[in-house]
């Protein structure tokens, strides 16, 4: 059994700054990429960023300059950090993460419960 568990949600507003975190627990042999995924209303969900177990990254246009994901091998743990931040990034922010859970079964991804982000004065 996994879990992703996600924190840091909330108001801000425009040009505020918000961090978010998600921090993966349970049955875990590895962790491949880790990333973080919004959704709008009646949209799909979208990658905002994601990144590696070497650090490589890669991010949305919309966010470049203004968000910046890093992980925490160690503490099985992602985050976000969100400056800038704009009414458009309004959305429901999810954490992601490929797991192998045994050397033997292929890796899954999994997902975090989401958390509502609201920038707006």
């Known amino acids: 059994q996994v879990q992703l568990v996600e924190s840091g949600g909330g108001l801000v507003q425009p040009g505020g700054s918000l961090r978010l975190s998600c921090a993966a627990s349970?049955?875990?042999?590895?962790?491949?990429?880790m990333g973080w995924y919004r959704q709008f209303p009646g949209k799909q969900r979208e990658l905002v960023a994601s990144i590696t177990t070497g650090g490589s990254t890669n991010s949305a246009d919309s966010v470049k300059g203004r968000f910046t994901i890093s992980r925490d091998n160690a503490k099985n743990a992602v985050y976000l950090q969100m400056n800038s931040l704009k009414p458009e990034d309004t959305a429901v922010y999810y954490c992601?993460?490929?797991?192998?859970?045994?050397?033997?079964?292929?890796?899954?991804?999994?997902w975090g419960q989401g958390t509502q982000v609201t920038v707006s004065s």
């Open positions: 992601n993460a490929a797991i192998k859970t045994t050397r033997w079964l292929p890796t899954t991804n999994y």
């Open positions: 349970g049955s875990i042999f590895s962790i491949n990429a």
